[in-house]
Nanobody, 115 residues
Framework: QWHVVESGGGKVQPGGSLRLSCTAS????????VGWFRQAPGKEREGIIC????????HYADSVKGRFTITRDSAKNTIWLQMSSLKPEDTAVYYC????????WGQGTQVAVSS
């Protein structure tokens, strides 16, 4: 059973956009720190965005700053990751993580950027 679920991945051309979502059914996402991570083939998983619980302070890694945007949707208990100006190096499996004292990971969603 996945405590958080990601969706929205797919294949897109360079310069294109995708929107990923992270949802939870057992707890309120906005109450906890949530991170987006990605893992490219042959590379370690890297954190790209961190959203604090409560006020929702957001930190973006330099690699995605200015291109990726986080939106929190309380009504849907969802955190959206809008990705624009995508590059081939953004190709990876994207994971959502919620920290409730222990880490809850989703199963990941694949993003492929190629022409």
């Amino acid at each position: 059973q996945w405590h958080v679920v990601e969706s929205g991945g797919g294949k897109v051309q360079p310069g294109g956009s995708l929107r990923l979502s992270c949802t939870a059914s057992e707890f309120t996402l906005n109450d906890y720190r949530v991170g987006w991570f990605r893992q490219a083939p042959g590379k370690e998983r890297e954190g790209i965005i961190c959203v604090s619980g409560g006020h929702g302070n957001i930190h973006y890694a330099d690699s995605v700053k200015g291109r990726f945007t986080i939106t929190r949707d309380s009504a849907k208990n969802t955190i959206w990751l809008q990705m624009s100006s995508l590059k081939p190096e953004d190709t990876a499996v994207y994971y959502c993580n919620a920290n409730l004292g222990e880490n809850y990971w989703g199963q990941g969603t694949q993003v492929a950027v190629s022409s």
